[in-house]
């Protein structure tokens, strides 16, 4: 199963930059179908930026412009470089991947989870 563990949060003003990480360990490192989301308490959690299976970024309408989702392959991470953070920014990150390895045209499976990151944005 992968294991996938995040770093990166904290606590900033508004209009800071704070890079979220996402390591993959063993053999669990993906390309594709991986992707940063978050969660406030009472809320679902929602889609931040994702690398869908066919390797195109997708960003929320919320963050665009702002957050950018990049991987290091050699170093098995996925990044989240957050920009201009506002105080609805603020939530519980996790990375996400798809363990299993499918043909193009099979939707992307968000099956495997870290623990998350808190990163909260003071006004």
């Known amino acids: 199963q992968a294991q996938l563990v995040e770093s990166g949060g904290g606590s900033v003003q508004a209009g800071g930059s704070l890079r979220l990480s996402c390591a993959a360990s063993?053999?669990?490192?993906?390309?594709?179908?991986v992707g940063w989301f978050r969660q406030t308490p009472g809320k679902e959690r929602e889609g931040v930026a994702l690398i869908d299976r066919v390797g195109s970024t997708r960003y929320a309408d919320s963050v665009k412009g702002r957050f950018t989702i990049s991987q290091d392959n050699a170093k098995s991470t996925l990044y989240l470089a957050m920009n201009s953070l506002k105080p609805e920014d603020t939530a519980m990150y996790y990375c996400?991947?798809?363990?299993?390895?499918?043909?193009?045209?099979?939707?992307?499976?968000?099956?495997?989870w870290g623990q998350g990151t808190q990163v909260t944005v003071s006004s």
């Open positions: 063993g053999d669990t490192y993906r390309t594709s179908c």
């Open positions: 996400a991947a798809d363990r299993y390895s499918r043909p193009w045209y099979y939707a992307c499976d968000y099956n495997s």
